[in-house]
Nanobody, 123 residues
């Protein structure tokens, strides 16, 4: 079992930065690939970014490439999503997830999910 808890956030202005954190407990975090997904109201959950358990492989959705950076600190059992140059269309509930078998961009491959945290970007 892996328990995931995202950091609490609120409102941020367009163009600004924000960093999300996801703290993990339970099964060895360092052996799990980690992903970030988001879901806007009325939309399907979509992939945002993912990082291998070693931290040396990362994937990004085209919509965030060059603006978002995923990283992890295995010593702290924490994964981060640094979001820069935020846009109103980035408004969504953001979820972190753990994949205990492989690095993937597919939500259905992830075994454990956090509760989600709301990010609202005002124009």
């Amino acid at each position: 079992q892996v328990q995931l808890v995202e950091s609490a956030v609120g409102l941020v202005q367009a163009g600004g930065p924000l960093r999300l954190s996801c703290a993990a407990s339970g099964r060895p975090f360092s052996r799990s690939a980690m992903g970030w997904f988001r879901q806007s109201r009325g939309m399907e959950r979509e992939f945002v970014a993912a990082i291998s358990w070693t931290g040396d492989i990362t994937y990004y959705a085209d919509s965030v490439k060059g603006r978002f950076t995923v990283s992890r600190d295995n010593a702290k059992n924490t994964v981060y999503l640094q979001m820069n140059t935020l846009k109103p269309e980035d408004t969504a509930v953001y979820y972190c997830a753990a994949d205990t078998s492989r690095l993937s961009v597919l939500a259905e491959r992830y075994d454990y999910w956090g509760q989600g945290t709301q990010v609202t970007v005002s124009s």
